[in-house]
């Protein structure tokens, strides 16, 4: 079965500090990559996707995410945070059967 | 742009009964997709829909949840009956096309409470 994980469950950081968050998914054929942000009281929303091409995807709000082929991985970073960022981030992976598999989500809470 | 809505925002229901949820896209996206987010984990698909015809279901318990889309609108996603288990949040989502490009809105979600 397809899987997608996420490896930091909860992480705390302080304003100004670098993100990485990890990713990594099962399925070895052409994937589609994305990473989704849920503020808090608020829908879902796309924060960057990757289709083809360069590697190295920029998003809304600084956000960038590289995806290594070999290593199955499509790691979500930010070089610096702020308390806006206090959120919840779900990895997906989009297959060429169309199916959706997201990653079980990790919760960001930056501090002022 | 209105985004996607869904109907009820809340619902609490005892085991064994039945529950119907309504999504309404955005107008002009063919795909709809409904996905189960139990608490503490991903969302899930359970549906996807192209127009009124159904591209995938391979994840919807076809024993108990059922959904349309008639007229390739409006899309109702039905548990009957319902379980403990079925406690989630129901999210609708969204997009022009099926293709893997087409980014989905996702509507703000019904949470549904089994007793």
């Known amino acids: 079965a397809q899987s997608v994980s996420q490896h930091n469950h909860h992480v705390i950081l302080s304003e100004a500090a670098s993100l990485e968050l990890g990713c990594n998914y099962s399925?070895?054929?052409?994937?589609?990559l994305f990473w989704y942000v849920q503020y808090p009281g608020q829908h879902l929303q796309l924060l960057l996707k990757?289709?083809?091409?360069?590697?190295l995807v920029k998003g809304i709000k600084g956000f960038e995410a590289e995806f290594i082929k070999s290593k199955f991985s499509f790691n979500l970073r930010k070089p610096s945070v702020q308390w806006s960022d206090t959120a919840e981030y779900f990895c997906?992976?989009?297959?060429?059967?169309?199916?959706?598999?997201f990653g079980t989500g990790t919760s960001l809470t930056v501090i002022p | 742009e209105a985004g996607v809505a869904q109907s009820p925002r809340y619902k609490i229901i005892e085991k064994r009964q039945s529950v119907a949820f309504w999504c309404n896209p955005i107008s002009g996206h063919a795909t709809l997709y409904w996905y189960q987010q139990i608490l503490g984990q991903g969302p899930k698909l359970l549906i996807q829909?192209?127009?009124?015809?159904?591209?995938?279901d391979s994840q919807l318990p076809k024993d108990r949840f059922s959904a349309e889309r008639l007229k390739g609108v409006d899309s109702t996603l039905k548990i009957q009956p319902a379980k403990l288990e079925d406690s989630a949040v129901y999210l609708c989502?969204?997009?022009?096309?099926?293709?893997?490009?087409?980014?989905?809105?996702f509507g703000p979600g019904t949470r549904l409470t089994v007793t």
């Open positions: 997906a992976v989009r297959h060429t059967g169309n199916q959706f598999y």
């Open positions: 990757y289709f083809s091409g360069d590697p």
């Open positions: 399925y070895g054929g052409t994937v589609n």
């Open positions: 829909f192209q127009n009124n015809g159904v591209v995938d």
């Open positions: 989502a969204s997009s022009l096309s099926w293709a893997g490009s087409s980014e989905q809105y």
